[in-house]
């Protein structure tokens, strides 16, 4: 199976900042990597699809970029509601897989 | 609008089963491949399972394979997870998620809990 290291596995920082999650793949996966942002009693929000392509309705704010087999999910300006935990998925072959989570906080 | 509203779910004895459904509305559900996911509480999410356009391709995680299964009826834009012999392990909440044209998972559901426990 495709395993996804998720780094870090948590982290805060302060409104405005430029953060950067990354996402590493165990084999090669292409561009079918998806992001997700996942709040407490809601469904995951799909962010970035096939490594860069921003989902209908996310903000600007948000890109996607591959380097390899690593990916990262970079928001260029924190704002307060970016608070969650945001997990990538790889969907080049079954059994899909979900890295752990990187689970982002405001200072 | 693509809804997803999943139902079924509930408290269930180790070794029962159960049956989720997800009805689908706002897209031509025939068109599109579906899935399963789930969420043990605490812990982070995991595909279950997932299943073509017409229903001949099914596809599931280890941990639920000759246990669960999935499948679909186009006539009713309706999506099933059929879980047997449940565990405890199995206490999730599962939500139906569309497979985008690219196979990513683009639309979810709300998510129905699923409680294993005698």
Redesign the interface.
Known sequence: DIQLTQSPSSMSASLGDRVSLTCQSSQGIGNYLSWYQHKPGKPPKPMIYYATNLADGVPSRFSGSRSGSDYSLTISSLESEDTAIYYCLQYDEYPLTFGSGTKLEIK | EVQLVESGGGLVQPGRSLKLSCAASGFTFSNYGM?W?CQAPTK????VA?ISTGGGNT????SVKGRFTISRDNAKNTLYLQMDSLRSEDTATY?CAR??L??????????VMVTVSS
């Open positions: 899935a996911v982070g999410l995991e595909w997932s596809y599931y995680r280890d939500y497979h985008g690219n196979w990513e998972l683009d639309y979810w559901g709300q998510g």
